[in-house]
């Protein structure tokens, strides 16, 4: 799990905007990628990133 003082000051390498944590991923609606989280390490590598549908 990500302590949440962390996720307030981690952001999408991509569009530099926040991250939501969703799961086990960290997700960006602006970049639409999803950052998986290994082992509670956040892995936020643009190539590691699955694309997401912004439909919901």
């Known amino acids: 799990m990500i302590d949440k ?7 999408c390498p991509e569009s530099k905007a926040s991250l939501e944590l969703i799961g086990d991923e960290l997700v960006c609606e602006k970049s ?6 290994l082992d509670g390490i956040p892995i936020l590598l643009v190539e590691e990133a699955r694309k997401i549908n912004s439909e919901k």
């Open 5 to 11: 003082e962390l996720l307030k000051i981690l952001v």
């Open 32 to 37: 639409q990628l999803a950052y998986p989280i």
